[in-house]
């Protein structure tokens, strides 16, 4: 292959240092037909190697240029035809430098399809770590790439866990560059104080959110293309690099979207979805299942839950969990499929 031999660029001179002495030279010399620099030097009392000292400057700044057919005479030059002899060159190769940069990204980005091809066949399609500075980046890697959708199911913000808790400004700065954002909330982050200030963000800047009976686990999709799902019961967090998966995952959120309700800020309190929730709790109950179990599915604590059962009891006269189970199974509370689910 053969290259072309690329000429040396001439570097633009760097001005000279400018005086206010340089500018009354110029000055002087204004009007005149032409000039010597020692006529000027004892017009105006000074050394003549002051003199030539403002000529240097002069001419760097093209205001002054040899007259024609006069030895060691010079001619003073205009501002304007200045600049045009100064300026111009040096704008023109701005513009052939940012010709040249149009140029390198357009060849890069010939080489962007195979850069994907490799990614999307990376040998680490699922990392599992509890490395909070791993996550942290990994997060920062999935989000940024992010430019169509991100798709959250978790817990109330009282309740999220670290990669939940480094992923909402993400999020935000996601949807700020037109990605969209839906985020799936157990009903009782509607009651969550620190879930509705994050909302206030959320929303305006064009988040979907919704609030639904049971929020069975928590996690991310980025684009269909990663995953960020809880692996076991401590803080490891497992990103999957698998598009199959994280398709899983986005179908099983858009089910449950379906039937949440969406979440209006202006709305206080539970907003209608009380009721929802109360049928929830009694088909868990009426399954056996413990209260570890039960706020984990809907998403609050255990202190919150028992306050909650204890209402419906309240509710329904009965003296045990068992028997409010009962009483909402003979008055139809309890959704058969749901308990033989439970």
């Known amino acids: 292959m053969e290259f072309e031999a690329q000429t040396p660029r001439q570097e ?22 032409d000039f010597c620099p020692s006529g000027i030097a004892d017009e105006l009392g000074v050394p003549r190697q002051r003199a030539e000292q403002a000529v240097c400057v ?60 490799q990614t999307r066949n990376r040998a680490e399609s699922v990392v599992i770590t509890d490395d909070q500075e791993e996550i942290e980046l990994r997060l920062l890697e999935a989000a940024q790439g992010c430019t169509e959708e991100v798709l959250v199911m978790q817990p109330c913000v009282a309740r999220e866990t670290h990669e939940l808790r480094l992923a909402r400004p993400l999020v935000l700065e996601a949807l700020r560059r037109g990605a969209q954002a839906r985020i799936l909330y157990p009903h009782t982050a509607r009651g969550d104080s620190v879930t509705r200030a994050h909302l206030g963000e959320l929303l305006p800047a064009g988040g979907q959110v919704r609030t639904t009976n049971e929020v069975r686990d928590r996690f991310l999709v980025f684009d269909r ?69 039960i706020a984990r599915r809907v998403g609050m604590s255990e202190r919150t839950l028992r306050r909650h059962v204890a209402t419906i009891m309240q509710d329904l006269s009965a003296t045990s969990r068992f028997q409010a189970g009962v009483l909402a199974a003979r008055t139809g509370l309890v959704d058969p499929a749901l308990r033989s689910a439970a």
């Open 225 to 293: 293309k990663t995953a960020f799902i809880p692996a076991g019961e401590g803080e490891a967090i497992a990103v999957v690099y698998e598009g199959a998966v994280a398709s899983f995952l986005a179908g099983l959120h858009a089910r449950a979207w379906e039937s949440a309700f969406d979440f209006d800020s202006g709305a206080a309190g539970y907003a209608g979805t009380l009721e929802d929730l109360k049928a929830t709790l009694l088909d868990l109950l009426a399954s056996g299942a413990k209260d570890e179990v």
């Open 12 to 33: 633009a001179p760097c001005p000279a240092e400018l005086d206010e002495f340089a500018v009354a030279f110029y000055e002087r010399t204004l009007g005149r037909a």
């Open 58 to 117: 002069l001419r760097e700044l093209r205001l002054v240029k040899p007259a024609e057919g006069v030895v060691d005479r010079l001619v003073a030059v205009s501002p304007e035809a200045a600049q045009m002899e100064l300026l111009v060159p040096l704008e023109r190769e701005i513009l052939d430098s940012r010709r040249r940069l149009a140029g390198f990204k357009g060849q890069l980005n010939s080489f962007v399809a195979a850069f994907e091809k």
